[in-house]
């Protein structure tokens, strides 16, 4: 979620950068689907405080707006009601009519497929012996729907011998717990994650391993209304390409951990979409 409020924050600069020759309003949707870690009053307390902050020397504007609904922000998006919305790629696979986004921007990492989901399993387990379990459980995140459907998938597809069970936890880096105490047989989560939980618990990566990875981005997306002026989406992009050149940007790399904010373009939904409709094939099959 941090990095959904990296976008933001990234926006706000662009808004407020007194390089901007004209006065604008930014219309943003923020999808709550995002908001898996921290609250919504967590979320709009950082924003605040960089509203503050940077909003001091600024001629412009801009109104957040927090959607519950999916789908309703994805109408408002589709009647041009915001210029710039941010969410998961389901949501943008599920409900938004693609010929409307264009280019957008995504925090994170510099490399991109650290952020892509990966299944997680103890250095002696194999696809084989998964499906063998009387009841095999899958840690996964609280929230983090394409995670969820993913379990879903393997459920259809690998004809397991026994029902799976889920279990939730708040973080990413807990799913790697549960397998590691046994808690879990499998962990849906990202090479990120487990790049990171190695490094502070080497013990993990001794225990753990990378059982298969997915081209299945679990990063957030910003994608730009293709109505948007170009003038506004060329400084956007300027701007947001280019935080880590400069002070204010750094500041705003460091607080939110991330490395950079990369430039995204519509087809890299192509995964996602391309999964999900092999899901939905294989739900209606098995019915």
Not at 24 to 48: F, P, R
Not at 165 to 188: G, H, M, Q
Not at 235 to 253: D, P, V
């Amino acid at each position: 979620m941090r990095f959904n409020i990296l976008v933001l924050a990234t926006l706000l600069m662009v808004l407020t950068s007194n390089t901007y020759l004209y006065a604008a309003h930014l219309n943003v949707g923020y999808g709550n689907s995002a908001l898996t870690q921290y609250s919504k009053k967590d979320t709009m307390i950082s924003m605040n405080l960089w509203v503050s902050e940077i909003i001091k020397n600024g001629n412009h504007t801009s109104s957040f707006k927090f959607y519950d609904d999916i789908e309703k922000m994805a109408d408002d998006f589709h009647s041009n009601k915001l210029d710039f919305v941010v969410s998961y790629g389901l949501d943008f696979v599920k409900y938004f009519d693609k010929s409307y986004l264009t280019t957008g921007v995504s925090g994170g990492s510099i490399d991109r497929e650290i952020e892509n989901l990966v299944l997680v399993t103890q250095k002696n387990t194999n696809l084989s012996k998964l499906k063998s379990l009387k009841n095999p459980i899958i840690a996964l995140k609280k929230g983090e729907e394409l995670a969820m459907v993913y379990a879903k998938y393997l459920s259809l597809k690998g004809n397991y011998r026994n029902k799976i069970s889920f279990l939730e936890t708040t973080k990413r880096s807990s799913t790697l717990l549960k397998v590691f105490f046994n808690k879990a047989d499998l962990a849906i989560t990202t090479q990120k994650a487990f790049d990171f939980a190695k490094e502070l618990n080497p013990q993990i990566g001794k225990k753990l391993k990378v059982l298969r990875k997915t081209d299945l981005s679990a990063s957030s997306f910003g994608f730009f209304h293709k109505k948007l002026t170009p003038e506004m989406k060329e400084f956007a992009f300027n701007t947001s390409l280019n935080l880590n050149k400069y002070e204010r940007g750094k500041q705003i790399l460091t607080l939110f951990k991330a490395e950079t904010v990369n430039k995204i373009e519509v087809d890299d939904l192509l995964p996602i979409e391309k999964f999900y409709k092999e899901y939905l094939n294989l739900k209606k099959k098995k019915k």
